[in-house]
């Protein structure tokens, strides 16, 4: 924490960069910025408005330089706190920079400066018939810079992707100043997926290249009735199981529902105690018209009560309203709701579901229920008034209930909101001691002094806070004597060569002093879950034998078909630009023998900085991959295209960075990453 | 008092509005502004946020730091909070997309009159000091409008003779001013022959003071369309609304100048039945909707005023398809590309958007055309065009700039202040269009009776 007279100076300096009319320290000005949509709260020493992109690299550095702390902002429309600063340093706001640069629809893409709103966007791109994917409940303020921070989802996502799986370049500038682009045609390890979900700790995006497709061109929208949440949750599996990838698969509670419909003529029937609705699209009609009978089909073998199909565009919006009209309902009832955010792995929902629900009776608190179903990311929606000092504390409590529930099914933390500052501290019941410690080495890589948007995400207390018991498979004993040789290695400062079936590695390639670790016997399928739509193996095992398995199973992996070797090695090696979104999970065994646990079988998972992606075409640099989780589907169901990503041999200086994170002593395939910054 | 402990500044009903009136349920001021959850979802319609992206110019910037006040955790007091509350155009925009409905206009103006005293701002006291006379408001508004005439206006501004009279604000005012009668509405309207005492009418005609002063014409063609849809009616003769004290002044002067025009009101009904009080300015006529929020609190006049109030009409919303069909002139209504400016008090302050497309669309076909953000506001807001003249200027040049996007010959809205503020913000920027008041254009397109 510094004193405002270690202003002195700054703040001419500041506005001969942005002007003097646009650095404000005022109280006003102050107290202003000092909120988010979360409860969180903390007093900036001054806000500095940016009018142009330019101007973002010369503040950073004139900050980073003399210690001042500075988050950046936009929307501020953050639900975990993470457009506050916590240390009292700048804000800055970038809310100005709303220029779309360019929309390419030739090659579907999006230019755009940060401070565009997800809506505006949208809007743009509907004039040429394309749209963006990441479509967040808050897209008519939320912003492009904000939605890359969190790595923002929405209905959409379900079929389309996270905010992540739509990006194609980032131009970032670094805590200390300097400018990068990254993009997924960078040689090296993918660093770009650092910074989708990194909520503004890593770097500041100044410009971003996003992913535009095509509107499709038939939209079918269906609404089912259920007697049960548990029914409905059914029925989704039973679509998904169908082969059918719907565009959005969302749920709600009949509370959302009544208060939704409050005012309004219709009425929900009385054995209604849940709602789906679903919607499928295609540019060809036969094919959704097919989709959309088998769909209802599923749909009634699940004890489905009604089906109704919106007829025209009037019947799809007011379908569309019952779902978007909960969460207004639930804002009128009381001043303050809070939208909690975890996800566990989709066919645990009706668990997750009953148990929120006991923890929320037995916390006297009121909730609606809404969930994108499909994806298993669960929202309830709290109401209480935050002036209710004893009733805010009950709603934290639960809260935490709520997130410890996810742990406990698999699940995690958050799906889309982020950590920021109100989740802190769930992040010691979800991940160990070691891998919270990867995190902060990231951060400490990034930004030494911790001056971007400090003491987010990541616990600050370093207290032992232990991990909580997981729904999570133990090791194979394979697994465990790779762990305990590595630990020895290290010990003895041994130098490793990882080898999976030989099909990547060079043997003249690797140096005398390198000793072979071979992951032969590490081929176990750990799990298969043919609900949730996951296989979980271990990283030795051949695709091609997992590509048999499937098979027999009547489902499929979406890896191309010339594709051989290990599922160790297809990561490492960075083999295809698509694998990024089919990677769910990853157990890692770092230099030293100690085990880093990733993802699991949820969607989707905004809690730590995205490793798990970064360690594709890591070479076997970082860690050794003991086992993955990938997403399966339905054999029979559509194929996709594949394309090949950028070079995986050379690394930069950042790259070197990360590796001193991972491997500080370069104990793990030494010769790929030489350098004198490393041993 | 509620649940809560609110600070002593808000707790005297004497300068406070005891309750707001918000389409959230009535509360206390403090219960109002803690409905706000700050989830930021009014600031992408708030012209101010808008045109400067900063969270203290926006509705949710704005509810915390009046809930801070009144928590007293903003410790410099609401002098301090003066930036953000001034620059509020009251347009409405924040309540009309909140999830919680939040009152953010009213909920400003109470902080307001902590900050601004009650009504000691200069503008507040030149208009009342004005109003009080009606001859010297006469002649203030024809010397300004024939200073103008003569080229004089700049001139007279450089020479102070504004502030020699007295009239800073009206050296501001003066720029916005293109037109002014010779005589007012009002002495026109009193020398129409009245009808028979006690006649059952449907409608009485209430003069705002900027058509009656400044835009007579606009009230001929209201009463003109009154009288072909509805029959004979009658001038109500009634006091100024009170908007400007509401807004600018004291609650004391705005509750007057209401029981007044209810007792008016109240009067007519004894003698004409049942009627509805038709206004063509739509913010004066969305706070006469609005008059039940003056008395909440009083069982016995919150009971009249819900009654008044339940009586009044925008001009905007009385007219139908069906009303003038077949009176229109094709030669007329094909000669113009016409878009349409919602002014706020109309759309955002009585929910009326649909009612003039209904009416026009079929007349113009493609003539009508849509502009891009036309509910947002085009800085007049009352007398903010004079008390932010720069923030003012930024909106108005949005909206102009809007307007000309749609290449339109006219533009059609239904507030005085936007009559004067689109105007001003035309002649600058985009000559080729001229703005109309919703009545006045009706008339214009009509066909001339045989």
Redesign the interface.
């Known amino acids: 924490m510094f004193k405002r007279k270690d202003l002195e100076g700054i703040r001419e300096k500041l506005a001969e960069i942005v002007g003097e009319e646009n650095v404000l320290t005022g109280e006003l000005e102050t107290a202003l910025y000092s909120y988010d949509a979360s409860m969180a709260r903390a007093k900036p020493c001054g806000v500095a408005h940016f009018d142009s992109p330019e101007q973002i690299a010369p503040v950073v550095k004139l900050l980073y330089d003399n210690k001042i702390h500075f988050s950046p902002r936009a929307a501020g429309t953050n639900l975990s706190g993470g457009a506050v600063n916590l240390k009292g340093g700048f804000i800055l706001n970038l809310a100005r920079l709303d220029k779309i640069h360019q929309i390419d629809t030739r090659n579907g893409i999006a230019v755009v400066e940060p401070g565009v709103v997800n809506l505006a966007l949208q809007e743009e791109l509907e004039k040429f018939g394309f749209f963006y994917a990441p479509d967040p409940a808050s897209q008519k303020v939320s912003t492009i810079g904000g939605n890359i921070a969190e790595n923002a989802g929405g209905p959409q996502c379900l079929k389309y992707g996270v905010t992540s799986d739509n990006l194609l370049k980032l131009e970032v500038v670094l805590p200390d100043g300097s400018e990068r682009t990254f993009s997924l045609d960078d040689p090296g390890f993918e660093l770009m997926s650092l910074f989708p979900q990194s909520e503004g700790t890593l770097g500041i995006v100044k410009k971003a290249w996003l992913k535009i497709l095509p509107i499709p061109k038939y939209i079918k929208t269906v609404a089912a009735h259920f007697p049960s949440i548990e029914d409905s949750i059914l029925a989704v599996t039973g679509i998904i199981a169908e082969g059918i990838i719907p565009r959005s698969l969302e749920a709600m509670d009949k509370f959302s529902i009544q208060a939704a419909l409050k005012g309004l003529e219709r009425k929900i029937p009385e054995d209604t105690e849940a709602l789906l609705l679903i919607e499928l699209d295609s540019d060809d009609l036969e094919t959704l018209e097919k989709e959309l009978v088998r769909t209802g089909e599923t749909l009634k073998k699940n004890r489905a009560l009604r089906i109704e199909t919106a007829k025209d565009e009037k019947e799809r919006e007011f379908l569309w309203k019952i779902r978007k009209e909960s969460y207004p309902a639930l804002a009128r009832m009381s001043p303050n709701v809070m939208v909690e955010d975890g996800a566990v792995p989709r066919p645990l929902l009706p668990r997750a579901l009953k148990e929120i629900k006991e923890i929320l009776n037995s916390y006297k608190l009121k909730a609606g229920l809404v969930f994108h179903a499909g994806d298993g990311n669960l929202h309830p929606n709290v109401i209480f008034d935050e002036r209710d000092l004893e009733e805010t504390r009950r709603v934290r409590k639960a809260g935490h209930e709520i997130l410890k529930t996810c742990i406990k099914l698999g699940g995690t933390i958050s799906g889309e909101h982020g950590v920021g500052v109100e989740k802190r501290a769930a992040m010691n019941w979800l991940y160990s001691q070691e891998t919270l410690e990867i995190f902060r080495k990231i951060k400490a890589a990034f930004d030494p002094d911790n001056l971007l948007n400090p003491d987010k995400k990541i616990p600050v207390s370093k207290n032992q806070i232990p991990k909580l018991e997981r729904e999570e498979p133990g090791l194979s004993d394979k697994a465990k004597d790779l762990l305990n040789e590595m630990k020895f290695r290290d010990k003895t400062g041994e130098r490793t060569a990882i080898s999976g079936s030989g099909s990547k590695l060079n043997p003249r390639e690797i140096p005398g002093n390198c000793k072979i670790l071979k992951t032969a016997g590490l081929d176990k399928v750990i799990d298969l879950d043919r609900e949730n739509f996951t296989v979980t193996a271990e990283a030795g095992l051949k695709i091609s034998e997992l590509r048999d398995l499937l098979r027999r199973e009547k489902l499929s992996v979406d890896i191309p078909e010339d594709l051989n070797g290990t599922l160790g090695g297809m990561i490492a090696s960075r083999e295809f630009r698509e694998l990024r979104s089919l990677l769910l999970g990853a157990d890692l065994a770092l230099a030293g023998g100690d085990l880093i646990r990733l993802g699991g079988k949820t969607m989707k998972d905004v809690s730590g900085y995205d490793v798990l992606r970064m360690m594709i075409g890591s070479r076997g640099t970082l860690a050794l991959i003991l086992s993955v989780t990938l997403k399966i589907r339905a054999a029979g169901s559509q194929k996709r295209d594949f394309k090949r990503p950028g070079e995986a041999a050379q690394f930069g200086d950042l790259h070197l960075k990360i590796k001193q994170v991972f491997d500080p002593r370069n104990l793990l395939n030494p010769w790929i990453m030489q350098d004198k910054r490393i041993g | 008092m509620g649940?809560?402990e609110i600070n002593e500044l808000y707790a005297s009903h004497a300068l406070h509005l005891r309750f707001l009136i918000t389409p959230?349920g009535t509360k206390e001021i403090y219960?109002a502004v803690?409905?706000?959850?700050?989830?930021?979802?009014c600031?992408?319609v708030c012209p101010t946020y808008v045109i400067s992206?900063?969270?203290?110019l926006s509705p949710r910037?704005r509810n915390?730091?009046v809930r801070?006040l009144i928590e007293g955790k903003?410790?410099?007091g609401p002098d301090?909070?003066y930036?953000?509350l001034k620059t509020c155009l009251l347009c409405g925009a924040c309540t009309n997309v909140c999830?919680?409905?939040v009152a953010t206009g009213d909920i400003v103006l109470e902080a307001r009159r902590e900050t601004t005293g009650y009504g000691k701002s200069p503008v507040y006291k030149l208009v009342i000091k004005l109003k009080r006379n009606k001859a010297l408001f006469a002649a203030a508004v024809k010397f300004l409008y024939l200073l103008k005439k003569a080229g004089l206006a700049a001139l007279s501004e450089k020479l102070g003779i504004f502030y020699f009279l007295g009239m800073p604000a009206l050296g501001e005012a003066q720029k916005k001013l293109f037109r002014a009668p010779l005589t007012f509405l009002r002495e026109k309207l009193e020398k129409r022959a009245p009808p028979p005492e006690t006649a059952t009418l449907k409608w009485v005609y209430f003069a705002s003071c900027g058509i009656d002063y400044i835009f007579t014409e606009v009230g001929l063609a209201t009463v003109k369309l009154l009288e072909e849809i509805y029959g004979p009616g009658v001038f109500m003769k009634n006091e100024c609304c009170g908007l400007i004290s509401y807004n600018y002044g004291s609650l004391a002067d705005a509750r007057a100048s209401a029981l007044k025009n209810i007792k008016l009101f109240e009067g007519l009904r004894t003698r004409h039945k049942k009627f509805r009080i038709v206004g063509d300015c739509s913010s004066c006529v969305a706070f006469l909707k609005s008059y039940p929020q003056l008395f909440s609190g009083e069982e016995e006049l919150l009971k009249r005023a819900e009654e008044f109030a339940g009586n009044v009409s925008d001009i905007t919303e009385l007219i139908k398809p069906e009303h003038l069909a077949g009176r229109f002139d094709p030669e007329k209504t094909q000669k113009n590309r016409v878009t349409i400016h919602d002014s706020c008090r109309a759309c955002h302050g009585q929910g009326i958007r649909e009612q003039q497309r209904e009416v026009l669309r079929p007349v113009l076909g493609k003539n009508l055309v849509e502009m891009k953000e036309s509910d947002m506001c085009c800085g007049g807001a009352g007398a903010y065009a004079f008390t932010n003249p720069r923030i003012s200027a930024r909106i108005l040049a949005r909206k102009t700039e809007n307007i000309s996007k749609t290449r339109a010959d006219i533009v059609i809205a239904s507030s005085t202040s936007c009559l004067m503020q689109i105007e001003s913000g035309l002649r600058e920027m985009y000559p080729s269009a001229r703005i109309m008041h919703y009545s006045e254009y009706l008339v214009s397109i009509m066909k001339k009776k045989a």
């Open positions: 649940k809560y959230n219960d803690s409905q706000c959850s700050r989830c930021g979802y600031e992408t992206r900063r969270e203290t910037g915390q730091i801070q903003f410790r410099p301090a909070s930036e953000s999830y919680g409905k």
